[in-house]
C-alpha cells in the first residue's frame, strides 16, 4: 500500500504570489479550472494501490475543509488536511505526523511540493524506486541551465546507478544543471532518519541556553539540508530524471505558464475538460456551433459561467464559475476567477482577473508573459522580483486582485491591481494600492 504527502505551507508563504493569495490560500488558486493541488491529487490517484492522501500545511483547517470534502467525494480516495502548529520546515511535519503517515503499513510514501506542477511521472518514479533496493529517497529530477541551477537543489549523479553521490541546496556556485523537482517517494525506513535528525536538534537546542535568539526551533527539519545532503553518497539516495514538462509556481505570472501546460495535458487525460469543437458529435456540431463562442486553441469554461456567442476566447484561457463574458471581448493567455464580468468589446491578454473583478467595455488590460526562454534549452521561468535594481516595477502579467472596477475605455498595462480598488483612469507599470 502507498500513501502520498502534499506540501503546502502556510499563509506567511505565499507572499510572492500576491494579491491573488489575499483571499483564497495560494495552493486553492485555480490553474486550468482545477485548485492547484488538485492536479497533485489526480497524479496521486491514479497510481496503483495509494490509499491516502495527506495535505501538511500550516494554514488553518477552516481554510481546507471545504476543499478537502470536496476532493474526497470527487475522487473516493481518505485525504486529509493536517495543521502543523507552527511552520516546521519540509520535513519537520512528515516527523511529527509520521504515526498518521506509517497507519496502515504503507510500504512508502509520495511527497509533492505543493508549489510545482508537472506532468508527475508518479508510476514511474514507484518502479524506480522499487527497483533501487537499497533507496531510502528517489528524487524527482529534471535539466535547468547552468545560471539558473543554483536557486534550485543540485543533485549530482552517479550516470550508471543513479545513485545521489552529492546534494547541495541553493548553492551559491555552480554544481550541476541536474535538479530536484520536489517531488520525492521515501520508503517508510525514512522515519529511522528523520529520527536521528530530530534527536540531533533536541540535543542542540537544550545544548544552547544562551539565550542569544539562536536557538533553532527544535522540531523544524528541512528535507532537503538535514536529509538529502547528509544521506548523498551513501547509496540510499537516487534521482530519477525526467523530460515531462515540469515548473516551480512561485508568482502569479507562472500561473499563466501553468495554466497553459495543464490544458495541454487535458488533450491526452481530459478532453471533456476542454472546450473544443472536436469533441461534439458531427450532428451537434452545427448546433452548438450556433451558441459557441468562438474557440482559439486550448480553452477550459467552467459551466456556469456565461460566454457571448461573439466573444472570442484562447489560446490558453480559463473562465472560472460564474464568471461572465461580453459580447466581442477577446481573451488570450489569462486566467478569468470566479465571478469576475468582462463587458463588451474588452481585451484581456496575459493577464488575471481577479474573483468578482469588473472591466468595463473597450478597455485594454494586458500584461507581460514571464515564460522561460524559448531559445534556451531546459530553460525554466525566472521568478523576478516585484521591482528591479532601479526601483521600477519589472514588466509582468497584469493582476486584477478580487473586486476590482476597472472602468470602460481605459488601457492597463503590466500593473498589480490590489482588492477592492475602483480605478477611474488608465494605467502603466504600476501597483495600485
Ligand atoms: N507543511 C509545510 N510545508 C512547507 C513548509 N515550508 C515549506 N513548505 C512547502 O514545501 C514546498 C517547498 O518549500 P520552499 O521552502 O518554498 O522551497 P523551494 O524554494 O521551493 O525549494 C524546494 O523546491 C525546489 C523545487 O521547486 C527544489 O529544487 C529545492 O531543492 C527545494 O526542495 C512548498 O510547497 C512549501 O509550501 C513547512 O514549514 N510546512
Request: glycine share 6%; hydrophobic share 40%; net charge neutral.
Given at each position: 500500500?502507498?500513501?502520498?504527502?502534499?506540501?503546502?505551507?502556510?499563509?506567511?508563504?505565499?507572499?510572492?504570489?500576491?494579491?491573488?493569495?489575499?483571499?483564497?490560500?495560494?495552493?486553492?488558486?485555480?490553474?486550468?479550472?482545477?485548485?492547484?493541488?488538485?492536479?497533485?491529487?489526480?497524479?496521486?490517484?491514479?497510481?496503483?494501490?495509494?490509499?491516502?492522501?495527506?495535505?501538511?500545511?500550516?494554514?488553518?483547517?477552516s481554510?481546507?475543509?471545504?476543499?478537502?470534502?470536496?476532493?474526497?467525494?470527487?475522487y473516493?480516495?481518505?485525504?486529509?488536511?493536517?495543521?502543523?502548529?507552527?511552520?516546521?520546515?519540509?520535513?519537520?511535519g512528515?516527523?511529527?505526523?509520521?504515526?498518521?503517515?506509517?497507519?496502515?503499513?504503507?510500504?512508502?510514501?509520495?511527497?509533492?511540493?505543493?508549489?510545482?506542477?508537472?506532468?508527475?511521472?508518479?508510476?514511474?518514479?514507484?518502479?524506480?524506486?522499487?527497483?533501487?533496493?537499497?533507496s531510502?529517497?528517489?528524487?524527482?529530477?529534471?535539466?535547468?541551465?547552468?545560471?539558473?541551477?543554483?536557486?534550485y537543489?543540485?543533485?549530482?549523479?552517479?550516470?550508471?546507478?543513479?545513485?545521489?553521490?552529492?546534494?547541495?541546496?541553493?548553492?551559491?556556485?555552480?554544481?550541476?544543471?541536474?535538479?530536484?523537482?520536489?517531488?520525492?517517494?521515501c520508503?517508510?525506513?525514512?522515519?529511522?532518519?528523520?529520527?536521528?535528525?530530530?534527536?540531533?536538534?533536541?540535543?542542540?537546542?537544550?545544548?544552547?541556553?544562551?539565550?542569544?535568539?539562536?536557538?533553532?526551533?527544535?522540531?523544524?527539519?528541512?528535507?532537503?539540508?538535514?536529509?538529502?545532503?547528509?544521506?548523498?553518497?551513501?547509496?540510499?539516495?537516487?534521482?530519477?530524471?525526467?523530460?515531462?514538462?515540469?515548473?516551480?509556481?512561485?508568482?502569479?505570472?507562472?500561473?499563466?505558464?501553468?495554466?497553459?501546460?495543464?490544458?495541454?495535458?487535458y488533450?491526452?487525460?481530459h478532453?471533456?475538460?476542454?472546450?473544443?469543437?472536436?469533441?461534439?458529435?458531427?450532428?451537434?456540431?452545427?448546433?452548438?456551433?450556433?451558441?459557441?463562442?468562438?474557440?482559439?486553441?486550448?480553452v477550459?469554461?467552467?459551466?456556469?459561467?456565461?460566454?457571448?456567442?461573439?466573444?472570442?476566447?484562447?489560446?490558453?484561457?480559463?473562465?472560472?464559475?460564474?464568471a461572465?463574458?461580453?459580447?466581442?471581448?477577446?481573451?488570450?493567455?489569462?486566467?478569468?476567477?470566479?465571478?469576475?464580468?468582462?463587458?463588451?468589446?474588452?481585451?484581456?491578454?496575459?493577464?488575471?482577473?481577479?474573483?468578482?473583478?469588473?472591466?468595463?467595455?473597450?478597455?485594454?488590460?494586458?500584461?507581460?508573459?514571464?515564460?522561460?526562454?524559448?531559445?534556451?534549452?531546459?530553460?525554466?521561468?525566472?521568478?523576478?522580483?516585484?521591482?528591479?535594481?532601479?526601483?521600477?516595477?519589472?514588466?509582468?502579467?497584469?493582476?486584477?486582485?478580487?473586486?476590482?472596477?476597472?472602468?470602460?475605455?481605459?488601457?492597463?498595462?503590466?500593473?498589480?491591481?490590489?482588492?477592492?480598488?475602483?480605478?477611474?483612469?488608465?494605467?502603466?507599470?504600476e501597483?495600485?494600492?
Amino acid at each position: 500500500m502507498l500513501k502520498a504527502v502534499i506540501l503546502i505551507g502556510g499563509p506567511l508563504k505565499g507572499t510572492r504570489f500576491r494579491p491573488l493569495s489575499l483571499d483564497i490560500p495560494k495552493p486553492l488558486f485555480p490553474v486550468a479550472g482545477l485548485p492547484m493541488i488538485q492536479h497533485h491529487i489526480e497524479a496521486c490517484v491514479n497510481v496503483p494501490n495509494l490509499k491516502e492522501i495527506l495535505i501538511l500545511g500550516y494554514y488553518p483547517t477552516s481554510e481546507l475543509t471545504q476543499f478537502v470534502a470536496d476532493m474526497v467525494q470527487e475522487y473516493k480516495v481518505n485525504i486529509r488536511y493536517l495543521q502543523e502548529f507552527t511552520a516546521l520546515g519540509t520535513a519537520g511535519g512528515l516527523y511529527h505526523f509520521r504515526d498518521q503517515i506509517r497507519s496502515g503499513n504503507p510500504e512508502a510514501f509520495f511527497v509533492l511540493n505543493g508549489d510545482v506542477c508537472a506532468d508527475f511521472p508518479l508510476v514511474e518514479m514507484l518502479r524506480f524506486h522499487q527497483e533501487k533496493k537499497a533507496s531510502l529517497v528517489t528524487i524527482m529530477a529534471t535539466e535547468a541551465t547552468r545560471q539558473q541551477s543554483v536557486h534550485y537543489g543540485c543533485i549530482v549523479q552517479d550516470r550508471d546507478t543513479s545513485e545521489v553521490t552529492h546534494y547541495v541546496e541553493k548553492p551559491s556556485t555552480f554544481v550541476s544543471t541536474l535538479i530536484n523537482c520536489g517531488v520525492y517517494i521515501c520508503s517508510i525506513e525514512i522515519f529511522q532518519t528523520f529520527a536521528a535528525v530530530f534527536n540531533t536538534r533536541q540535543q542542540e537546542y537544550y545544548n544552547d541556553a544562551s539565550g542569544n535568539g539562536n536557538r533553532k526551533e527544535a522540531a523544524v527539519i528541512y528535507l532537503e539540508i538535514d536529509v538529502l545532503m547528509p544521506l548523498a553518497g551513501t547509496g540510499r539516495v537516487f534521482a530519477l530524471q525526467t523530460s515531462n514538462w515540469w515548473s516551480q509556481l512561485k508568482t502569479a505570472g507562472s500561473a499563466i505558464y501553468a495554466n497553459r501546460h495543464y490544458l495541454e495535458l487535458y488533450h491526452s487525460r481530459h478532453m471533456d475538460r476542454l472546450a473544443q469543437e472536436d469533441f461534439v458529435g458531427e450532428k451537434e456540431k452545427e448546433k452548438e456551433k450556433e451558441k459557441r463562442c468562438n474557440i482559439i486553441g486550448d480553452v477550459y469554461i467552467h459551466p456556469t459561467a456565461t460566454v457571448h456567442t461573439t466573444a472570442t476566447l484562447g489560446p490558453n484561457v480559463s473562465i472560472e464559475a460564474g464568471a461572465v463574458i461580453g459580447p466581442g471581448v477577446r481573451i488570450r493567455e489569462s486566467i478569468v476567477l470566479s465571478g469576475a464580468t468582462i463587458l463588451d468589446h474588452s481585451l484581456v491578454l496575459h493577464s488575471i482577473v481577479g474573483r468578482g473583478s469588473h472591466v468595463g467595455q473597450w478597455t485594454r488590460v494586458e500584461g507581460t508573459p514571464c515564460d522561460p526562454n524559448p531559445n534556451k534549452p531546459f530553460a525554466k521561468m525566472d521568478n523576478p522580483p516585484l521591482f528591479n535594481s532601479d526601483g521600477r516595477l519589472n514588466p509582468s502579467i497584469t493582476i486584477l486582485g478580487c473586486s476590482v472596477k476597472v472602468p470602460s475605455e481605459v488601457i492597463l498595462l503590466n500593473s498589480i491591481v490590489l482588492p477592492y480598488k475602483e480605478l477611474t483612469r488608465s494605467f502603466k507599470n504600476e501597483i495600485i494600492l
